[in-house]
């Protein structure tokens, strides 16, 4: 099946630091990534959707200059969190797209990062 | 609006039965994912559905009414491992997932 790698899987870093979380698609090459945030016992939130060679596109209320997305190859995307705060503390996870798997869109996600801000 | 609804959390005793339902609204309609995700760890797919109907796969069946906006995922011969949180997620007409809150089962040996 398809994988989806994520790096690092933690990071504590201080506040007003920036952080940039790598997400790959191991064995496939992947136009379309989604970038979520899950704060604890809650689920996932998308954040922002991603592809290869364009703009991302973010969700209502998430700051597109805090979190700098870049899809900048078919199998890699990178999400910067710029000037960390302790409310940016929260498991991120990126999830891809093998258009050539499928007809029903299902999304391979990577194993997360926690991101801890102190 | 959208919204994906689901129980917060349900206990189930091991070898049993246990039926986690979902119910849906959303702009347009491309189907109904069930993912199971473990504490600190990302969502495994367990099941699509697009068409009424049940779907199985092994201990795992995912029941799906259109008509009605209503899923459920039933886990038969339940296992301590099956201990997890399990999402609902609808998709949309811009083939967008919509996500539930998650449902939290807790097996009792």
């Known amino acids: 099946g398809a994988v989806v790698s994520q790096h690092p899987s933690w990071v504590i870093c201080k506040s007003g630091t920036s952080v940039k979380i790598e997400c790959r698609s191991l064995?496939?090459?992947?136009?379309?990534m989604f970038w979520y945030r899950q704060f604890p016992k809650q689920s996932l939130m998308l954040m922002a959707t991603?592809?290869?060679?364009?703009?991302?596109?973010?969700e209502q209320g998430v700051e597109k200059d805090k979190f700098l997305i870049n899809h900048a190859s078919l199998t890699l995307s990178t999400l910067t969190v710029t000037s960390a705060h302790p409310e940016d503390s929260s498991f991120y996870i990126c999830?891809?797209?093998?258009?050539?798997?499928?007809?029903?869109?299902?999304?391979?996600f990577g194993p997360g990062t926690r991101l801890t801000v102190t | 609006g959208q919204n994906i609804d689901q129980p917060t959390e349900m206990t189930a005793t091991e070898g049993a039965i246990v039926q986690i339902n979902c119910t849906y609204q959303t702009s347009g309609f491309n189907g109904l994912f069930w993912y199971q995700q473990h504490a600190g760890e990302a969502p495994t797919f367990l099941s699509y559905n697009v068409l009424d109907g049940l779907e199985e796969k092994g201990r795992f069946s995912s029941f799906l009414s259109r008509s009605k906006g209503y899923s459920y995922l039933l886990l038969k011969e339940l296992q301590m491992k099956d201990s997890a949180s399990y999402l609902c997620a609808g998709m949309d007409s811009n083939y967008q997932l919509i996500w539930g809150a998650g449902t939290k089962l807790i097996i009792k040996p």
């Open positions: 999830s891809a797209r093998d258009p050539l798997a499928g007809d029903f869109y299902e999304q391979y």
């Open positions: 064995d496939f090459q992947a136009t379309t």
């Open positions: 991603s592809n290869e060679g364009s703009k991302a596109t973010y």
